[in-house]
């Protein structure tokens, strides 16, 4: 109830500023819905990003409230609560409004209000009489990211004597003046000749003193710190217990700068300033060391011999690295040649520097290395798009096949998704505002003949260099409870420290992945404390194609009441006839508030135990258990435990800390040779969702003073409880490698039906010895993205024996469940897709393999290092640590394992081709599915199928009312009906069809025309009486004299399931058309399900009978022997003609004569 109060308030509180605005400016019509240009025919597009002075581009649209009450509210404020605040830039130049219809405002006569850095709103009340206000969309026009000019030359040093410093300005060309990131001015520090006399720094006044503190961000005191003044040797003073320092002689006037040092802190400086007479004070704040992270890897280009190019790299990190290095195939470049830093610059490239390039970053607490960029030198002339397309067969419908001769293919070519080269001369750019990418330049339409009809297909004739479309990494869930699946409302998404939105009602989200991400670290929140923090690495599709996660939330432990003035001990791991891993011991007087004053007093504490013996609690856990080891690579952690640490006050939310506290762990739950000694205590950063290490073990014996039970052996670490809460006892784990899958669109594992945007993760285990089928417990788990050459998944392996560490592999799409290749009765080499005999070394067993009525979601597999000099095993399906590329680049020939969709009786056909899991593929035709490359609405019906058994439905889809594809096919859809479980004898299909609405060239809407029909004997019995309603008030009507077929012209609105349609408009076609299904599965506009619901929000009904026993359906018969079905049919109508002229001649005759 809270929650549901929560979100009523905020909604309201929101239409409410939406409201208020409108009394502080006066009601202005528009004639078309754009703020802030000249006004353009409604059948005009939107002004191109070639109208405008300032370099910009459109948003995509939104649509957060429906007209109802007072009007119609799209405020800004409300869409950046809903779709996040990085969706529309903080100052719009413009916005424009449409109906749902396409219809600008003053198309439908509808007086409307806009503000670009407002919204939009329209009043009921400001209509003409007996009108209310449309349904309206809007978007935002936001400004191109500025970029700076040139620095300008340094100033003078300031002063006249002594240390200075001296400016430099730089302008920013945008007229904004404030839309450049950074700073206009630069400082630098300089010196002038010695000033006569003393210096701040030299001065004694043996009177003074000078008093200071060194503290944490927090104001908690650091004793130990060593204080320095500059420009004087040696340490002056070290800070007490409570952070303090004196030092004498320092003149209270000299604001002399003090600077203090710790270890494990950065270094800080401060300077002092006079209180009194003789007395000064300074306080010196140190910051914890954090390793560096990259916020931006270098990209890959592609160049001509000649060219320049720039290669960017920047890092963050406590303190901020400002030493940079770059290495080119490996080999580090010299410094002084390149004069580089953050940035790589070449000049007049030759052949010889193509390769690889990456930069490492360092500061006090260590290194990081980038991932690695592919520069690529043409040679004068040399092609970077051949303009002859790639080979690529795309499967053509049932009905276009020759009996018996199994599917027909059509090659319908495809462009190689390459960059060409950039622009002539330097750009100090990090990204090539103008990359060009090899797609396609020209079509060509060709037919192809079918059973009954002549089927339009267009293909690549030619391919060339055109501007890229920007790749937009798309990332949407659901965010649900571990224990309950119930939704997580209203949690707070952090992305790394930064606030973006919040989970809907349903636990939904959406993230747009910023550019140049290579990790995708979120956070969820919890509003009400009752889970922690899920902090996740979401793995997703730089190329543009959206991947949907289910992220599990853990749920809090019940607190328990501690005694600050007392040693208090907490059990890690409660599992039922299990020991506990280990416990955490707080010593009596361990708390403290933040600013470090003790804490006594009683204490609620939640010590929440992600314990690896139970197998479940792997989808729950923190984080990708990764860490940055010295060289400043990604390296793998292996887990024994992580543990989530809340303390607070009774009935305050001030978090307190504790420290330190011992952290022991039983060693005789450390099985693997070598982990007990190499076991250490790490914390997580949050921000970067990586480990870093707190402490070592030692080894602790039992004490003959301590109860039976506890006389074992613990491994002993400690921790401080301060900013960091998540806690892991982890193992830096050697013996790696990579385990290559790919996912197909069917179990028949064609390589050209390979799916990409798979979700593909592997659950390290531990077997128990001689049951490698019995794991005693999880390490490590990792996801991939499957990509159009599969996925590669880290993984630990060994060479010696292959049991050593097995492996759990599943795989989702869009929340789908895949199925992997069969293991019964046993594992055939081409099923499976690994080759003998390393396939019977990694002893492969689907989950179904002992009971077939376990589900079939995974399969467990010995992870076998491949031995050097193994013919069998040098070509995957494992791959060693170092082999990533090998890995990555294997034909599909190569051993691999495999999933394939549960789903395969659907298909897809579309006259323009377009991958979906490659955005870059679109092209630009009027018959397109998909009108717009960067907003994909997919569009579902749901059709009720009664009769005993399953049915294909087909949707065809052609051009309704548009004037340039009337009566032309978009494409078409077939899709088997799913049973109810609940309903023996009913089945339901959800059908996609072509949105209605504007095409490509957004000058004119189309009204799809859809025509339903279930393959068999079936005969329409019911439409839905809403949508039935709704065609009637959206003439023309489309036919409806077949009985066996429904057909209508699709609606330009986004109806819902009350109409029996479900429509979705996202950033990426897949999770567009996964929502949407699911969605229509559970007959719910908001909802979601894989089990069918036949009987709610259906559109039309269907009822269906079977042929008689022993007589192939007209659809099988067409199929199989077309010439004699097509006798069959006409002969059959031959015979009813008859028929009818037979009973109809003589009423006719007895007409006449009645007439005589």
């Not at 009601?27 to 819905?33: K, M």
């Not at 005693?776 to 788990?781: K, M, N, P, Q």
């Not at 479900?1062 to 076609?1069: F, G, I, K, L």
Request: hydrophobic share 35%; charged share 25%; proline share 10%.
């Amino acid at each position: 109830m809270a929650s549901l109060l929560l979100f009523l308030c905020v909604a309201a509180a929101h239409l409410a500023g939406a409201r208020d605005a409108t009394t502080t400016e006066e009601p202005r019509a528009t004639a078309w819905g754009l703020e802030g240009r000249s006004l353009l025919h409604p059948v005009q597009p939107s002004p191109a990003l070639e109208d405008w002075e300032e370099a910009s581009e459109w948003t995509s649209w939104f649509n957060v409230d429906h007209p109802g009450g007072d009007g119609d509210f799209e405020s800004l404020a409300a869409i950046r609560f809903y779709y996040g605040p990085a969706r529309v830039c903080p100052l719009p130049l413009a916005l424009e409004a449409r109906t749902t219809d396409w219809a600008l405002p003053s198309a439908v006569g509808e007086r409307v209000h806009l503000n670009p850095t407002r919204g939009f709103w329209c009043l009921n009340r400001e209509q003409p009489r007996g009108r209310r206000c449309s349904n309206y969309h809007v978007r935002f026009r936001c400004p191109l990211e500025a970029v700076w000019g040139a620095w300008g030359p340094w100033g003078p040093c300031s002063g006249s004597c002594g240390p200075g410093r001296r400016l430099r300005r730089r302008h920013c060309p945008s007229p904004a003046g404030d839309a450049c990131p950074g700073r206009p001015l630069e400082a630098q520090k300089c010196v002038r000749p010695r000033c006569p006399g003393c210096s701040p720094d030299t001065c004694e006044c043996p009177d003074h003193i000078l008093l200071g503190s060194v503290v944490t961000p927090s104001g908690r005191p650091l004793p130990g710190a060593r204080v320095f003044l500059r420009d004087q040797p040696g340490t002056m003073a070290t800070s007490d217990a409570y952070g303090t320092f004196r030092v004498p002689g320092v003149c209270a006037g000299s604001r002399a700068n003090v600077r203090a040092q710790m270890d494990g802190f950065s270094a800080g400086m401060a300077q002092a300033q006079a209180n009194g007479s003789t007395s000064a004070v300074v306080t010196i704040v140190l910051d914890k060391l954090e390793k560096p992270y990259l916020v931006k890897h270098p990209e890959s280009r592609v160049r001509e011999a000649g060219q320049n190019v720039t290669f960017c790299c920047k890092a963050s990190g406590t303190p901020m690295p400002k030493k940079y290095s770059w290495f080119h195939n490996g080999t580090q470049l010299d410094r002084q040649e390149h004069r580089y830093g953050a940035h790589l610059e070449l000049w007049e490239l030759r052949p010889d520097q193509a390769g690889t390039y990456h930069c490492k970053a360092w500061n006090e607490a260590g290194t990081v290395r980038s991932s690695t960029a592919q520069l690529t030198v043409l040679a004068p002339g040399q092609p970077a798009c051949d303009p002859q397309p790639q080979e690529h067969p795309i499967k053509l419908p049932d009905d276009c096949s020759q009996p018996g001769s199994g599917p027909t293919y059509l090659d319908v070519g495809l462009c190689p998704d390459t960059r060409c080269p950039g622009p002539t001369g330097s750009s100090p750019r990090c990204g090539d505002a103008s990359s060009r990418c090899c797609s396609v330049l020209r079509l060509e339409s060709r037919e192809i003949h079918c059973s009954g009809y002549v089927l339009p297909v267009k293909v690549v004739a030619e391919c060339g260099c055109q501007k890229c479309l920007p790749p937009l990494g798309l990332v949407r869930g659901r965010v649900v409870a571990a224990d309950s699946g119930e939704p997580l409302r209203f949690a707070g998404i952090l992305l790394g420290r930064e606030p973006i939105g919040f989970t809907s009602y349903q636990g939904d989200f959406t993230i747009e992945v910023p550019p140049s991400t290579e990790r995708l670290v979120v956070t969820f929140v919890d509003p009400s404390g009752e889970f922690m923090d899920t902090v996740r690495v979401l793995p997703f599709d730089p190329r543009g194609a959206g991947v949907y996660h289910e992220v599990k939330a853990m749920r809090k432990k019940a607190l328990v009441i501690l005694d600050a003035s007392q040693s208090n001990t907490i059990p890690l791991g409660e599992l039922e006839d299990q020991a506990p891993l280990g416990e955490l011991v707080l010593p009596p007087g361990a708390f403290h508030r933040a600013d470090g004053k003790p804490y006594r007093g009683a204490v609620e504490a939640r010590v929440t135990f992600v314990d690896p013996r139970d197998l479940t609690s792997a989808a729950a856990a923190p984080s990708d258990l990764r860490f940055v080891d010295s060289d400043g690579e990604l390296a793998p952690l292996r887990t024994y435990g992580m543990f989530s640490v809340d303390l607070r006050a009774p009935g305050s939310a001030e978090q307190l800390q504790a420290g330190p506290v011992a952290v022991r762990v039983a060693a005789g739950h450390i099985h693997m040779e070598g982990h007990q000694e190499a076991l250490k205590l790490w914390s997580l950063n949050p921000e970067t969702g990586l480990w870093e290490e707190e402490s070592s073990f030692g080894r602790q014996g039992p004490s003959t003073a301590r109860v039976r039970r506890e006389e074992r052996v613990f491994l002993v670490g400690n921790v401080e409880v301060r900013e960091r809460r998540l806690f892991n006892l982890d193992v830096p784990e050697r013996r790696r490698c990579f385990v290559k899958v790919r996912a197909y669109a069917n179990d028949k594992f064609s390589p050209n039906e390979q799916v990409e945007g798979a979700v593909v993760t592997l659950v390290n285990l531990e077997p128990a010895p001689g049951f490698s089928a019995n794991p005693r417990a999880w390490g490590r788990f990792d996801s991939a993205v499957t990509g159009p050459n599969g996925a590669c998944l880290p993984a630990f392996c060994d060479a010696d024996r292959p049991d050593a560490y097995t492996a759990l592999v599943t795989a989702t799409l869009g929340g789908e469940e895949l199925e992997p290749a069969p293991s019964r009765p046993r594992p055939l080499p081409a099923t499976v897709g690994v080759a003998q005999p390393y396939l019977d070394r990694l002893s492969y067993l689907r989950t179904d393999h002992d009971d077939p009525a376990f589900k079939r979601n995974g399969f467990h597999v010995n992870l076998a290092k491949p031995r050097p000099g193994e013919p069998s095993e040098a070509n995957g399906p494992v791959y060693p640590w170092r082999s990533l590329r090998q890995c990555q680049e294997a034909p599909v020939t190569a051993s691999h394992f495999r999933f394939a969709r549960v789903e395969a009786d659907r298909y897809e056909y579309n006259v323009v081709p377009f991958r979906e899991a490659a955005p870059a593929s679109w092209t630009g035709d009027l018959l397109a599915w998909w009108p717009n490359p960067q907003e994909f609405r997919a569009c579902f019906l749901k059709v009720k199928i009664q009769g005993p058994q399953e049915h294909m439905v087909r949707s065809h889809n052609a051009g309704g009312s548009h004037p340039h594809t009337r009566g032309q096919l978009y494409g078409l859809r077939d899709t088997r009906s799913v049973r109810d479980p609940a309903r023996p004898g009913t089945s339901a299909a959800c059908v996609e069809f072509k949105c209605s609405g504007m095409l490509f060239d957004q000058r004119q809407v189309d009204r799809t025309l859809v025509t339903i029909v279930p393959q068999g004997s079936c005969r329409r019995v019911a439409v839905n009486g809403l949508l039935r309603d709704y065609l009637a008030r959206h003439p023309p009507p489309a036919p409806a004299d077949d009985p066996a077929a429904f057909a209508m012209l699709a609606p330009l609105d986004p109806l819902g399931h009350n109409y029996g349609v479900y429509t979705v408009t996202d950033q990426s076609p897949r999770l567009a058309k996964e929502i949407a299904i699911g969605r229509c599965f559970d007959g719910s506009s908001d909802g979601f399900s894989r089990e069918m619901k036949a009987d709610t929000g259906t559109a039309v009904t269907f009822q269906c009978r079977e042929p008689p026993a022993g007589r192939p359906s007209l659809f099988q018969r067409l199929l199989e022997s077309p010439a004699s079905a097509l006798g069959d049919i006409r002969r059959e109508m031959g015979q009813v003609s008859r028929a009818q002229a037979r009973s109809v001649g003589p009423l006719r005759t007895r007409r006449g004569r009645a007439r005589q």
